[in-house]
């Protein structure tokens, strides 16, 4: 099959991480019979410099006309004095927007070879940890009226949440979904006891999962939530919760997984075109010096591979490459330990590919 896939190297070690990812999936094109055919586009920081802008028309164009986008990391020091609206960031939000990717997809596997990385207990891991948050993304009290006022005591200040049933049935969908190629287990993260907004996600929820018999559905507070994503996280499979919750709990779960240079990421909208890119940002510190490791966009293209265009065996192909690769004992500076092997961008993008 072909698939036009647009990339974003961005800033930082962006272009790194991307050029890997992109030698990954064309060895996964010719193993598999597939064609990758890929558009370079400007955003960011990059775009500000070209041409002004950090998120170019045309880039928004040919993202939409994509059949799923691929992004690097954006932002740096160089763009840091720049107002609100025209920073390097302001083209995350609005590719999300311009895209209707409501849906954010967050997995925190803890691969074996890694389990020293992880700072919960041996007992509490167990043979390992394998969650995926799905977080609402384009709704919930990041979206809702804000602003301030005069009130009793003087000035105060109010932001609002609220969800309709359509909002919260899409996403809940999404993590239904997302159980019946996994588990089939979802957890669902409210505050149920106290919001109007979670006892209307609670009921719809509830409405969706008739549909998913085989699915087994619980409902958690987030406050408990947290507690026990700590405690006993080996209970949860997949998290279904709203935008704030989850951009919370996804970092909490993320952490009990190591190195944020392992953490992939998918946004989803109504299509298939969705936007795959790693949880980290564009590593200054680090850019240009083959020293980031790629392994979060890796997985972040597998995930394409997955849910953009239905390709489970070439995403679990790449999956099970990247684990070979950890167990060989190769580390990026990131994730390096005593007694494993130190290897660069490119070697680590390079072995993950011998290992496909
Ligand atoms: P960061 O994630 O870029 O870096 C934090 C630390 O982790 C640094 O020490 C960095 O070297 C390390 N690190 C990150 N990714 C790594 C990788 N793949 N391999 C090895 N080490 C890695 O976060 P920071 O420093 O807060 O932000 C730097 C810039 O990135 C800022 O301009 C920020 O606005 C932007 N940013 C962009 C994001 C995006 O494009 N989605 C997300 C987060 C931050
Ligand atoms: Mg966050």
């Known amino acids: 099959m072909n698939f036009n896939i647009a990339t974003i ?31 370079e586009v400007l955003a960011g920081g990059a775009a500000i410099d070209a041409t002004g802008e950090p998120l170019p028309q ?39 927007g311009e895209l209707g990717l409501f849906a954010n997809l967050r997995p925190a596997l803890l691969h074996k070879a890694l389990k020293d990385a992880c700072p919960l207990k041996p007992e509490i891991i167990g043979d390992g940890l394998d969650i995926l948050v799905v977080r609402e993304l384009t709704g919930g009290i990041y979206f809702g009226e804000r602003g301030r006022r005069t009130g009793k005591f003087g000035e105060e ?11 919260v049935e899409r996403i809940a969908r999404v993590g239904f979904e997302s159980a019946m190629k996994r588990n089939k287990k979802v957890t669902s993260v409210d505050k149920a006891n106290i919001l109007e907004s979670s006892r209307l996600w609670r009921s719809v929820v509830e409405k969706v999962a008739k549909d998913y ?3 087994e559905l619980n409902h958690m507070y987030v406050d408990n939530a947290a507690m026990q994503l700590v405690r006993n996280p080996r209970q949860f499979d997949v998290i279904i919760t709203s935008n704030m919750f989850g951009d ?11 190195s944020i240079g392992m953490l992939p990421s ?39 591979l997955r849910y953009s265009f239905n390709l489970e065996k070439e995403a679990a192909c790449v999956e099970e ?19 494993m092997k130190l290897v660069g961008t490119r070697e680590m993008g390079q072995l993950i590919i011998n290992a496909l």
């Open 266 to 304: 998918a946004s989803l909208g109504e299509g298939t075109l969705g936007m795959y890119e790693p949880i980290h940002g564009s590593a200054p510190d680090i850019a240009g010096q083959d020293k980031a490791n790629p392994i979060a966009t890796i997985l972040s293209a597998a995930m394409m």
């Open 157 to 167: 200040a109010y932001d609002t949440e609220t969800y309709s049933v359509h909002e």
């Open 213 to 215: 018999p085989e699915v």
């Open 58 to 96: 045309e880039t928004i164009d040919i993202c939409k006309k994509s059949d799923s986008v691929l992004l690097g990391a954006v932002g740096g020091p160089k763009w840091d004095n720049l107002p609100g609206d025209r920073r390097p960031e302001k083209a995350l939000l609005g590719l999300r």
């Open 9 to 39: 190297p961005g800033d930082g070690i962006g272009p790194d991480i991307i050029e890997q990812t992109v030698l990954v999936l064309n060895r996964i094109g010719e193993k598999f019979g597939h064609t990758f055919h890929f558009t």
């Open 321 to 339: 490459a990247v684990t070979k690769v950890l167990e060989q004992n190769y580390r990026t500076g990131d994730i390096m330990s005593d007694g």
């Open 248 to 258: 919370i709990l996804s970092d909490e779960a993320s952490m009990i997984t190591g």
